[in-house]
């Protein structure tokens, strides 16, 4: 049920009579969960209405519109609150985080809605009957799927959920109904490596052009992993070998179907494959091409001019030798620049947590401190901060560690447009 709060004037919301407080039932027979049904059913030429009056009277009527006629309703809530996961996965990233961070970074989101929303990764674990069909009615794609291996029984000890061996049933289904989507193997290794991520590679291909992407990223590991599954790290000759399998396996396919975490070749001290190959860069959240795309926006961008400031650059361990080499190049054509590449080191999750976007504030405020004299401002990628806010991880704002710092800090917007002009504009803004 949605309540509508508003109906827009000259609407045809407004021409049915339909007023505040009202409430929307369901469409075409089906419940209104959520605002997703309005959506979908709002860009139809005609369904069935059915509304219950603020009196409690009830009434069905039939809409006919043009596709791109509104009903002009919005309402009190969405009805989006997020479903929780029902799993234990055995590198759960949340399960290895230590107590006392802000409530929202314990949050176990498994919710298709967010998926089709927002990119968000789901497993599918928590779907009832009636959820799967709500989501090839609504054609809810693309959808974004953690897979993590085909192997039903695999898939059941990996995340602890006796349902998770359905994926494959699942994914059918949704691939007959025109669902578009892109899949996820969080690759643990010893265990749906090797022959088990050929295995899940290869049915996953089965269901192409309707899933149009696996991606295969390395597992997070932090220090805090006492009394959980012992995952073997990922060094650079077993990289190289991850590397080389996508490879002869795209290459068989004869689509760049397989796509890894930027990380992998990092970490085999390779560089990433060409900007083309990502195609739309689907799985850009996701960490996969990344560096591809930042790498072309740096070169389109880079202009000769002057800029007399010194600055330290921040960076996770894992990228440190990459963005030294794309600060050099700005530095090269910026007179007056000097750039120094601060490779922080992760002490609170551990140094096998390499990724920039996992630093804490007081990890890069004791970098800064220790490393940072003379130099006038410190630039940093806004993967650092919790989306839309200065906060970091551990809970510090942007102005506290400039502040403890006595030193500007940008924050760049992750890309490499943003990136240069950090490093050579006066306009930029500074904290």
Do not use: W
């Not at 043009?66 to 399960?95: A, K, Q, V, Y």
């Not at 799967?132 to 809810?140: G, N, S, T, V, Y």
């Amino acid at each position: 049920m949605l309540k509508i709060k508003e109906v827009a004037k000259n609407s045809i919301g407004e021409e049915l009579g339909l007023k505040k407080g009202d409430e929307v039932l369901a469409f075409d027979g089906h419940t209104a969960v959520d605002v997703l049904d309005y959506l979908y059913y709002d860009e139809k030429e005609s369904f069935t209405l059915t509304v219950r009056q603020t009196n409690g009277d009830e009434s069905s009527c039939e809409i006919e519109k043009e596709e791109d006629e509104s009903l002009g309703l919005t309402f009190e809530s969405d009805n989006l609150d997020i479903r929780t996961c029902h799993n234990h996965c055995i590198f759960c990233f949340i399960d290895q985080m230590p107590c006392g961070m802000r409530d929202t970074l314990y949050v176990k989101d498994d919710d298709y809605r967010q998926s089709f929303l927002c990119g968000n990764f789901v497993t599918l674990t928590n779907l009832k009957e009636e959820d799967e069909e709500r989501i090839a009615r609504l054609r809810l794609s693309p959808l974004y799927v953690s897979v993590h291996t085909m192997n039903g029984e695999l898939r059941k000890q990996m995340t602890g959920n006796r349902f998770a061996d359905r994926i494959g049933l699942q994914l059918k289904k949704f691939a007959d109904a025109g669902i578009t989507m892109h899949t996820q193997i969080v690759l643990a290794r010893g265990y749906n490596d090797g022959k088990e991520l050929e295995f899940s590679a290869r049915e996953l291909f089965s269901l192409y052009p309707n899933v149009q992407t696996m991606a295969v990223v390395p597992v997070g590991m932090t220090k805090f992993r006492d009394g959980l599954t012992k995952i073997q790290d990922i060094d650079q000759d077993y990289a190289k070998e991850i590397i080389s399998f996508a490879k002869n396996l795209n290459e068989e396919f004869g689509e760049n179907f397989i796509q890894l975490a930027d990380e992998f070749y990092f970490r085999a001290g390779l560089d990433v494959e060409p900007y083309e190959f990502y195609g739309s860069f689907p799985q850009i959240e996701n960490g996969v091409g990344t560096t591809a795309k930042f790498l072309k926006e740096i070169d389109e961008n880079i202009k000769t001019s002057k800029f007399k400031k010194k600055i330290l650059l921040i960076s996770g361990t894992s990228a440190g030798d990459f963005i030294k080499n794309q600060a050099d190049k700005v530095q090269k054509a910026v007179k007056g620049l000097e750039v120094k590449v601060l490779s922080v080191k992760n002490d609170f999750f551990g140094e096998t947590v390499n990724c920039t976007g996992l630093l804490t504030g007081q990890d890069i405020l004791k970098a800064v401190l220790s490393e940072g004299e003379g130099y006038d401002i410190v630039v940093m990628p806004c993967h650092v901060l919790r989306e839309k806010t200065d906060l970091f991880l551990d809970g510090m704002t942007v102005k506290e560690l400039s502040k403890k710092t006595g030193k500007k800090i940008r924050i760049t917007n992750g890309t490499g447009e943003s990136f240069v002009k950090a490093l050579s504009s006066r306009k930029f803004k500074e904290v």
